[in-house]
T-cell receptor, first 113, second 119 residues
Framework: GNSVTQMEGPVTLSEEAFLTINCTYT??????LFWYVQYPGEGLQLLLK?????DKGSNKGFEATYRKETTSFHLEKGSVQVSDSAVYFC????????????FGGGTRLMVKP | NAGVTQTPKFQVLKTGQSMTLQCAQD?????MSWYRQDPGMGLRLIHY???????DQGEVPNGYNVSRSTTEDFPLRLLSAAPSQTSVYFC??????????????????FGSGTRLTVV
């Protein structure tokens, strides 16, 4: 079956530090890959996505590249802000009937001033 | 355009009680699903629907029922609440498109969640 593994947190960084959150996946066929962000007390918001190999998703300074050869979709940001503190989820959809998402366990990011 | 609307936002139940979590979307998405979120476990799929009148089980369906009589609504029913069902529940809707012979998922939109406590 499908699975997503992402690094456990919490990840604690100082403002303006470089961020990497690792995500690897196992899936059949050609999955679409997503990063979602959950701010405290809120629901999930789509941060970025990639639908095929070598695609780069980007939004709000965050980037992730779909690497089929390493089955990875690592999230990066060059300079984090306190407002980026949240829980980040990597997810995949195998694009079969049902459109279901398989999520990683989530990584909590805390950015200190 | 409200997106995905979930009600209630908070609920406390006694063990053995039943209730229905409501979910409605106004984007004409064909797919809808329910997830539960537990600490350290990400989100796990409970039930999903590929269109009106069609539902199927996800990873953790036991203790829950769903129905999809319209495209817009996808309620989740707890038949006899148990403390193990204490969780945050999210409803989501999405659609798919075929591009260049490949089918891909788009437009995943989540509701704001229902925090359920079973005592």
């Amino acid at each position: 079956g499908n699975s997503v593994t992402q690094m456990e947190g919490p990840v604690t960084l100082s403002e303006e530090a470089f961020l990497t959150i690792n995500c690897t996946y196992t899936a059949t066929g050609y999955p679409s890959l997503f990063w979602y962000v959950q701010y405290p007390g809120e629901g999930l918001q789509l941060l970025l996505k990639a639908t095929k190999a070598d695609d780069k998703g980007s939004n709000k300074g965050f980037e992730a590249t779909y690497r089929k050869e390493t089955t990875s979709f690592h999230l990066e940001k060059g300079s984090v802000q306190v407002s980026d503190s949240a829980v980040y989820f990597c997810a995949l959809s195998d694009n079969n009937a049902g459109n279901m998402l398989t999520f990683g366990g989530g990584t909590r990011l805390m950015v200190k001033p | 355009n409200a997106g995905v609307t979930q009600t209630p936002k908070f609920q406390v139940l006694k063990t053995g009680q039943s209730m229905t979590l409501q979910c409605a979307q106004d984007m004409n998405h064909e797919y809808m699903s329910w997830y539960r979120q537990d600490p350290g476990m990400g989100l796990r799929l409970i039930h999903y629907s590929v269109g009106a009148g069609i539902t199927d089980q996800g990873e953790v369906p036991n203790g829950y029922n769903v129905s999809r009589s319209t495209t817009e609504d996808f309620p989740l029913r707890l038949l006899s609440a148990a403390p193990s069902q204490t969780s945050v529940y999210f409803c989501a809707s999405s659609y798919s498109r075929r591009t260049g012979g490949r089918r891909a998922n788009y437009g995943y939109t989540f509701g704001s969640g229902t925090r359920l406590t079973v005592v």
